[in-house]
C-alpha cells in the first residue's frame, strides 16, 4: 500500500526536505494566479502507480513521456491520457518526423532537469535553449482538470486544465503541437 498524506494542501510546502527544481514551480504557479491542489505521496515511476493518487486528486494524472527520433536530433514531450497506449508509428506520421523512441536518462536530465519517473510538463522550465517540442494529446482539452508532478515524483498537482493551456504553457514558452492519439 502506497503512503499518502492524505491532505490536500493549497499552499507552498516548506522547503525543508524538498528539491530545488520542485520548489521553483510553485512561485510560478503563484505568480501566474493558478490555484492548485497539492497531494505528497511516496515515490511513483509509473502511471499505473498513480491510481490511488488520482482517487484522493479526483483526476487522472497524464502519461509525459520523453522521446526522441531515430536519429537523435529531435526531442519530444508527449503528455497523453494515462488510460491510452503509446504508439509511436501515428505519432510519428503525425509530426512529420521518424520513428519514435524513448530519450535516454541522460538527455532527459540534461535537457529537463528530470530522472525517470518524474517527467513532467514542468521539465519544460528548465529547456532554455528549446531542445524539447510539446506534444498534447488533443483529449486533455476535454478535462477540467489537469495532474501533474511539479518535477518530482513524491508529489502530485492538480490545476484547471484551462490555466495549464492559457497560463502555464505561455509561461513555459513552449508552443503545443496537438496530436491524437
Known amino acids: 500500500m502506497m503512503r499518502i498524506d492524505p491532505t490536500l494542501y493549497t499552499t507552498i510546502p516548506s522547503p525543508e526536505g524538498r528539491l530545488e527544481k520542485e ?3 510553485y512561485p510560478i504557479l503563484e ?20 491510481g490511488e493518487i488520482d482517487r484522493y486528486l479526483g483526476i487522472t494524472i497524464y502519461k509525459n513521456l520523453f522521446l526522441c527520433n531515430s536519429k537523435k536530433d529531435h526531442y519530444y514531450l508527449l503528455v497523453m491520457p494515462g488510460d491510452k497506449t503509446f504508439k509511436s508509428s501515428p505519432i ?5 518526423s521518424t520513428r519514435l523512441s524513448f530519450g535516454t536518462p541522460e538527455v532527459l536530465e540534461d535537457y529537463l532537469n528530470l530522472t525517470p519517473g518524474s517527467v513532467s510538463i514542468t ?16 483529449a486533455i482539452l476535454e478535462t477540467k482538470y489537469f ?35
Open 147 to 181: 495532474g501533474f508532478h511539479p518535477c518530482i515524483n513524491t508529489t502530485s498537482l492538480k490545476i484547471k486544465t484551462s490555466d495549464l493551456i492559457g497560463k502555464l504553457i505561455p509561461y513555459l514558452d513552449h508552443p503545443i503541437t496537438y496530436v491524437t492519439i
Open 23 to 25: 520548489m521553483a514551480i
Open 123 to 138: 521539465g519544460l522550465l528548465y529547456d532554455q535553449e528549446k531542445r524539447v517540442q510539446l506534444l498534447i494529446d488533443e
Open 92 to 96: 510519428a506520421q503525425q509530426i512529420g
Open 31 to 50: 505568480q501566474l494566479g493558478i490555484p492548485f491542489e497539492r497531494l505528497d505521496h511516496e515515490a511513483v515511476a509509473t502511471i499505473e502507480d498513480c
